[in-house]
């Protein structure tokens, strides 16, 4: 599949339309997922489009040098990122309802409507902590541990040193529990001791 992705990309930067749109339908789904992840589901549509756009102006550069998956991912989260710094500018976010695909996150039976709600409330919980883990290590948490890249991968990705990758994925992790531990005790009632960092 790569060569498959490193002749379209090829075709593409030659002016093949046709190479490029199929690159979009194998990896629209990638893009999507991780802008999700990054950004929510009220900038996500936005963000994946903004990817697409980059991509086509800049797929010439693309040398074959890493896989194209590679190459896209480190696209996705730069645009991602960039997207979060300037909604973060204009002011405080809000998580849409999409939800995370996590492992950590038990579902409920569909028979039992009570579980089904706990298991929703951790979600919004999730995301919320989510929101407050600073951009560059949640990009890298969620680079590894959802969508499964080697550290290596995810040093490329961010443009960053192999430790330096381990770093912030360590950081985003303990700033998650952090984030959540704050969120069971704002939910036990007001707290106006919890800080947000």
């Not at 549509?45 to 697409?52: I, K, L, R, T």
């Not at 102006?57 to 710094?85: D, M, P, Q």
């Not at 948490?141 to 961010?158: D, K, N």
């Amino acid at each position: 599949m790569t060569f498959a992705d490193q002749n379209l990309a090829q075709k593409a930067a030659n002016g093949d339309v046709g190479a490029f749109a199929q690159l979009v339908q194998s990896h629209s789904g990638l893009v999507y997922r991780v802008a999700l992840r990054i950004l929510g589901a009220e900038d996500a549509q936005d963000a994946s489009q903004e990817v697409w756009i980059r991509v086509w102006r800049s797929i010439e550069r693309f040398r074959g040098e890493s896989a194209f998956s590679t190459w896209l991912y480190k696209i996705t989260v730069n645009t991602c990122l960039s997207t979060h710094r300037k909604k973060q500018a204009r002011g405080a976010r809000e998580y849409g309802d999409e939800l995370l695909n996590l492992s950590s996150v038990p579902s409920g039976g569909e028979d039992d409507p009570e579980a089904a709600a706990l298991t929703e409330e951790r979600r919004e919980k999730l995301y919320r902590a989510l929101g407050r883990v600073r951009a560059e290590h949640r990009a890298a948490l969620i680079l590894r541990h959802m969508e499964g890249l080697s550290y290596a991968e995810v040093a490329e990705i961010l443009g960053v040193p192999d430790g330096t990758a381990k770093g912030w994925v360590s950081r985003g992790r303990a700033a998650l529990l952090v984030a959540l531990t704050e969120e069971e005790r704002e939910g036990e009632g007001p707290n106006d001791e919890v800080s947000r960092s």
